[in-house]
């Protein structure tokens, strides 16, 4: 039977977490968010994690840059909120476009309040199974997994996707919980392949229905990670026949974006008790 697991109630449950700890906080956290361009999706998400923040207390503040704007403008608001005591959290949305260095840009922030755990430092400590900041939407897909009993030691999955907020990070935590994983990208050559083969599916490429029924066994576990925006529609990369599959099928929409947007929430909440 076609089991779907929605993640809206757990996320609710960690936002409420949240709320009751930001209650007992002396000060406000806060959390910066910077975007550069104009990306529909990108707008979508951020307006989803303020309206969050909004909820439980966090500060949030946005800062949008014209694509064009110096690289070096970019680097200084970042600076700056480096040295701004009362910002706890930073994140820039990614993706950024191509003329900017992004890897230069991620590490300009400092690692106690880099909020998606993408500086080089912290995905360093994650590659080495130190205790760091895990990005929101892998910890949105392994919290998923453990709530519903989904047993990860052993079993063989495939990502789809090598980006660096979820496919990257992803594969060490699949890792330390004893999962052998694959990674399939653009320039694997047959895909289906790979999928076929495996219990946990995982696709993170903003795609849409990029994951179809005849890509995955019986009884495998899909999960769709990546989003794409279709006339003002946010879509998916999970097709819907696959539920026609005996298969556990967890939604980009229904669970990982409702959940990334809480864990983003605990992330923040993480640098503000982490900070000096």
């Given amino acids: 039977m076609n089991n779907v697991i929605d993640g809206k109630e757990t996320s609710i449950t960690i936002e409420e977490e949240v709320k ?31 309206d969050a923040c909004n909820r439980v207390g966090i500060y949030f503040r946005y800062y949008k840059f014209e694509d064009g704007t110096s ?8 600076k700056e909120l480096n040295n701004d005591d009362y910002v706890n959290g930073i994140m820039i949305k990614l993706p950024l476009p191509e003329k900017y ?25 994650l590659l080495s199974g130190r205790k760091t900041i895990i990005p929101s939407a892998v910890l949105s897909i392994l919290t998923l997994l453990k709530e519903n009993n989904i047993e ?26 004893g999962a052998t994983v694959t990674i399939c990208h653009s ?3 047959d895909i289906k392949r790979h999928t076929l083969n495996a219990d946990i599916v995982i696709s993170a490429t903003g795609v849409k229905n990029i994951i179809t ?22 879509l998916d990369d999970i097709d819907s026949k696959v539920l026609e599959k005996n298969s556990i099928v967890i939604k980009a929409l229904d669970s990982i974006v409702p959940l990334t947007v809480s864990m983003f929430l605990k992330n923040t909440l993480l640098c503000y008790s982490n900070k000096k």
């Fill in 20 to 50: 009751q700890c930001i209650k007992g906080c002396i000060i406000r956290p806060s959390v910066a968010v910077i975007q550069v361009g104009d990306n529909e999706l990108s707008e979508t998400f951020i307006k989803l994690k303020e």
């Fill in 71 to 78: 690289e070096l403008t970019i680097i200084n608001k970042i």
């Fill in 101 to 125: 260095n992004e890897k230069r840009l991620l590490n300009t922030i400092i690692n106690s309040k880099d909020v998606d755990g993408l500086t080089d430092i912290n995905i360093g400590r």
């Fill in 152 to 177: 990860l030691k052993g079993k063989d999955v495939v990502i789809v996707g090598k980006g660096k907020t979820v496919g990257r990070p992803l594969i060490s935590v699949l890792l330390n919980e």
């Fill in 187 to 189: 320039n694997t050559l």
């Fill in 213 to 234: 029924e005849d890509m995955v066994k019986e009884n495998a576990i899909v999960i769709g990670v990546g989003c794409c925006i279709e006339k003002g529609k946010i």
